[in-house]
């Protein structure tokens, strides 16, 4: 009788033992290159909702001539997988920038669409120029937002003042000074003479800002650091709180603000070049120094860094 030939247990463990090893080798390296094919998928998905989002920014553009403001007001047609973002900003130029991006819930981690586009990140302080005019950043802008905060660092000369108070009939008189800057006896920054010139100013020197006021204590609370400063008066003792920052209050002159403790937010007070705030009456002549420094909304953009 002829003897079968067959494995023999050992053989079998060792055979078991091999394939055992091989998938301990091959698993990871397998699982490694799906993770980073879903990876790379991901980062296709992103690009394309990107791509599909610019394209109806573009449309939006051509349909209401103006750009949008929150990516909620387009039509975006993209069928691919569901792409959520943390950040998206739309940039002035009509691209768009994506940050903080899932992909079906997966986290496509260090990974943003329109990176180039990123807004420039200002600080406090920082001195920047627009269409010739220096500012100073009144608010720390990040990455995150497309329009900065700028307090002008020089106020509105005499010249200024003549220019664009005509037709108001504002009583003007010290050289950078602006008396009778309100309309009655309301006291209030939305009925001023003030709003009336930097209306006027802006329209002439800052045509793409969003806005232009003056500043707000609320501005000046929420950003600055003060310190105690003791009045020369004679030993009179009294001392106040200051600015630090003397750009910010310009050692040379008082200027106007708006709002001060719990008054309306439209009330105009002043603050003086020490960096005191004071309450004013508008018709007494020793007020009639006190100088304007517009404060605008700016997209980055538009700006240059001296």
């Known amino acids: 009788m002829k003897k079968k030939n067959g494995f023999t247990l050992i053989e079998l463990i060792a055979v078991l033992v091999i394939l055992a090893i091989l998938a301990l080798i091959v698993t990871p390296l397998v699982m490694n290159i799906i993770r980073k094919a879903k990876v790379s998928a991901d980062r296709r998905s992103v690009d394309a909702y990107g791509r599909s989002a610019e394209l109806a920014i573009a449309s939006y553009l051509l349909d209401n001539g103006k750009f949008p403001t929150s990516i909620d007001q387009l039509t975006i047609e993209y069928s691919g997988d569901t792409v959520e973002c943390e950040t998206t900003q739309i940039n002035p130029d009509s691209s768009i920038y994506l940050a903080g991006c899932k992909v079906k819930n997966r986290n496509v981690e260090g990974y943003t669409y329109g990176n180039?586009?990123?807004?420039?990140?200002?600080?406090?302080?920082?001195?920047?120029?627009?269409?010739?005019?220096?500012?100073?950043?009144?608010k720390d802008s990040g990455a995150n937002e497309l329009t900065v905060?700028?307090?002008?660092?020089?106020?509105?000369?005499?010249?200024?003042?003549?220019?664009?108070?005509?037709?108001?009939?504002?009583?003007?008189s010290n050289r950078n000074g602006y008396g009778g800057m309100q309309y009655g006896n309301t006291n209030t920054y939305s009925t001023s003479y003030v709003k009336t010139v930097v209306d006027a100013w802006k329209t002439a020197k800052a045509p793409l800002a969003t806005e232009a006021r003056l500043i707000t204590k609320q501005e000046i609370d929420d950003n600055f650091d003060f310190e105690e400063y003791a009045?020369?008066?004679?030993?009179?003792?009294?001392?106040?709180?200051?600015?630090t920052e003397n750009w910010m209050y310009n050692s040379n002159y008082d200027?106007?603000?708006?709002?001060?403790?719990?008054?309306?937010?439209?009330?105009?007070?002043?603050?003086?070049?020490?960096?005191?705030?004071?309450?004013?009456?508008?018709?007494?002549?020793g007020f009639f120094n006190i100088v304007i420094r517009p404060v605008i909304v700016l997209d980055k953009s538009v700006l240059s860094t001296e």
């Not at 905060?149 to 009583?171: C, F, R």
């Not at 009045?231 to 600015?243: A, E, F, L, N």
């Not at 200027?255 to 007494?284: E, L």
């Open 255 to 285: 200027y106007w603000t708006i709002s001060i403790g719990n008054r309306n937010s439209n009330y105009i007070w002043f603050m003086s070049i020490d960096g005191n705030w004071a309450s004013m009456d508008v018709t007494n002549p």
């Open 149 to 172: 905060n700028l307090l002008k660092a020089e106020p509105l000369s005499y010249e200024d003042v003549q220019t664009y108070s005509a037709g108001t009939g504002a009583d003007i």
């Open 116 to 138: 180039d586009k990123q807004p420039k990140v200002y600080s406090v302080g920082d001195t920047v120029s627009y269409n010739g005019i220096n500012y100073y950043v009144l």
């Open 231 to 243: 009045i020369d008066c004679g030993g009179c003792g009294v001392k106040i709180q200051r600015i």
